[in-house]
Protein backbone atom coordinates (compact mmCIF):
# COMPACT_ATOMS: atom_id res chain seq x y z
CA UNK A 1 0.00 0.00 0.00
CA UNK A 2 1.48 2.86 -0.68
CA UNK A 3 0.84 6.66 1.09
CA UNK A 4 1.96 10.33 -0.05
CA UNK A 5 3.69 11.76 3.08
CA UNK A 6 6.51 14.18 3.32
CA UNK A 7 5.80 15.23 -0.30
CA UNK A 8 7.01 11.40 -1.70
CA UNK A 9 5.78 8.64 -1.82
CA UNK A 10 6.32 6.13 0.50
CA UNK A 11 5.03 2.38 1.05
CA UNK A 12 3.35 1.01 4.12
CA UNK A 13 2.91 -2.04 5.18
CA UNK A 14 -0.58 -3.69 5.76
CA UNK A 15 -0.26 -3.89 9.67
CA UNK A 16 1.12 -0.32 9.23
CA UNK A 17 -2.26 0.64 7.59
CA UNK A 18 -4.53 -0.39 10.39
CA UNK A 19 -1.94 0.91 13.10
CA UNK A 20 -2.89 4.21 11.90
CA UNK A 21 -6.49 3.32 10.87
CA UNK A 22 -7.06 2.75 14.62
CA UNK A 23 -5.13 5.66 16.14
CA UNK A 24 -7.01 8.04 13.47
CA UNK A 25 -10.96 6.36 14.96
CA UNK A 26 -9.25 6.91 18.96
CA UNK A 27 -9.58 3.61 19.73
CA UNK A 28 -7.89 3.01 22.96
CA UNK A 29 -9.88 -0.17 24.38
CA UNK A 30 -7.01 -2.99 24.17
CA UNK A 31 -10.02 -5.79 23.15
CA UNK A 32 -10.94 -3.45 20.19
CA UNK A 33 -7.24 -3.12 19.14
CA UNK A 34 -6.75 -6.88 20.04
CA UNK A 35 -9.42 -7.94 16.89
CA UNK A 36 -7.92 -5.61 14.27
CA UNK A 37 -5.49 -7.35 12.20
CA UNK A 38 -3.72 -6.78 9.01
CA UNK A 39 -4.96 -9.50 7.04
CA UNK A 40 -8.93 -10.08 6.84
CA UNK A 41 -10.55 -11.81 9.89
CA UNK A 42 -14.01 -11.16 9.51
CA UNK A 43 -13.63 -7.70 10.87
CA UNK A 44 -15.13 -5.72 8.27
CA UNK A 45 -16.48 -2.02 9.50
CA UNK A 46 -15.32 -2.69 12.96
CA UNK A 47 -14.12 0.69 13.71
CA UNK A 48 -17.30 2.17 12.73
CA UNK A 49 -19.59 -0.56 14.58
CA UNK A 50 -17.29 0.51 17.34
CA UNK A 51 -17.90 4.42 17.08
CA UNK A 52 -20.95 4.21 16.11
CA UNK A 53 -21.70 2.26 19.36
CA UNK A 54 -19.50 4.78 21.58
CA UNK A 55 -21.36 7.70 20.37
CA UNK A 56 -24.55 5.95 21.32
CA UNK A 57 -23.62 5.23 24.72
CA UNK A 58 -22.23 8.45 25.21
CA UNK A 59 -25.69 10.07 24.30
CA UNK A 60 -24.36 12.17 21.75
CA UNK A 61 -24.57 12.38 17.89
CA UNK A 62 -22.88 9.51 15.54
CA UNK A 63 -20.79 10.61 12.87
CA UNK A 64 -21.35 10.22 9.55
CA UNK A 65 -24.68 10.12 10.54
CA UNK A 66 -27.66 9.77 8.45
CA UNK A 67 -26.88 12.53 5.20
CA UNK A 68 -23.58 11.79 4.87
CA UNK A 69 -24.15 8.31 4.22
CA UNK A 70 -27.46 9.44 1.46
CA UNK A 71 -24.84 11.79 -0.16
CA UNK A 72 -22.11 9.39 -0.46
CA UNK A 73 -25.04 7.12 -1.74
CA UNK A 74 -25.48 9.92 -4.25
CA UNK A 75 -22.28 10.34 -5.39
CA UNK A 76 -21.88 6.35 -6.08
CA UNK A 77 -24.97 6.12 -7.77
CA UNK A 78 -24.21 9.52 -10.02
CA UNK A 79 -20.61 7.57 -10.94
CA UNK A 80 -22.45 4.56 -11.98
CA UNK A 81 -24.89 6.58 -13.83
CA UNK A 82 -22.08 9.07 -15.23
CA UNK A 83 -20.35 5.78 -16.98
CA UNK A 84 -23.63 4.18 -18.17
CA UNK A 85 -24.92 7.75 -19.85
CA UNK A 86 -21.62 8.51 -20.72
CA UNK A 87 -21.27 12.15 -19.00
CA UNK A 88 -20.95 14.14 -16.09
CA UNK A 89 -23.76 13.89 -13.76
CA UNK A 90 -25.07 17.16 -11.65
CA UNK A 91 -25.23 16.29 -8.13
CA UNK A 92 -26.65 19.91 -7.36
CA UNK A 93 -30.14 19.27 -5.06
Known amino acids: IESQEEGR ?5 P ?3 V ?3 ID ?3 VADDPIRDIMQAEYAGQD ?3 EGYRFLQAVSEDRPAF ?6 VYAHRVVDAIYESAREGHP ?3 AP
Open 9 to 13: RIELQ
Open 15 to 17: EEV
Open 19 to 21: RRH
Open 24 to 26: LAG
Open 45 to 47: YIL
Open 64 to 69: PDFGVA
Open 89 to 91: IDL
